[in-house]
């Protein structure tokens, strides 16, 4: 079975981790990874692409609740922008009770695979480093 990747991925060797997974599985992770790179990234740091990366989610002059209903628009709006395996995304926050500042979310669209549109869903973490895992 080939594996499934984005290009960089194939390119880079990547792929070969998921040789034994199935399509979709491998697309999911694809699509995980991606979202991994892209949301830990800061917004600014590319130079030919400044919308591109994870806005500054620190206005101070908002509620909690507006920070987060702020964050996951922005988010959205990334994502449909740079993740083009995603369709209909929807972003919405996670309560975090160990710590409420942490900021935790789901990633859910419509992703296809062999023709098939499936709704998939990831959860993201932004840990103390500033990098963002997803699952």
Partial sequence: MTAYGSLFERLGGDTHK????????????????????????????????????????????????ESL??????????????????????????????DPLRLAFTIEGLLEVNGIKRRVSFSARLNSNGQVTVK
């Fill in 69 to 98: 209903s702020q964050a996951c628009s922005a988010i959205e709006g990334f994502v449909n922008a740079y993740e083009p395996r995603l369709a209909d995304v929807e972003v919405h926050s996670l309560p975090n009770e160990n």
């Fill in 18 to 65: 998921r040789s034994e997974s199935s399509r979709e599985d491998c697309a999911m992770d694809s699509v995980a990874a991606h979202l991994a790179k892209m949301l830990s990234t800061r917004a600014g740091s590319v130079q030919t692409l400044p919308d591109y990366g994870l806005p500054d989610l620190n206005n101070m002059s908002l509620s909690l609740h």
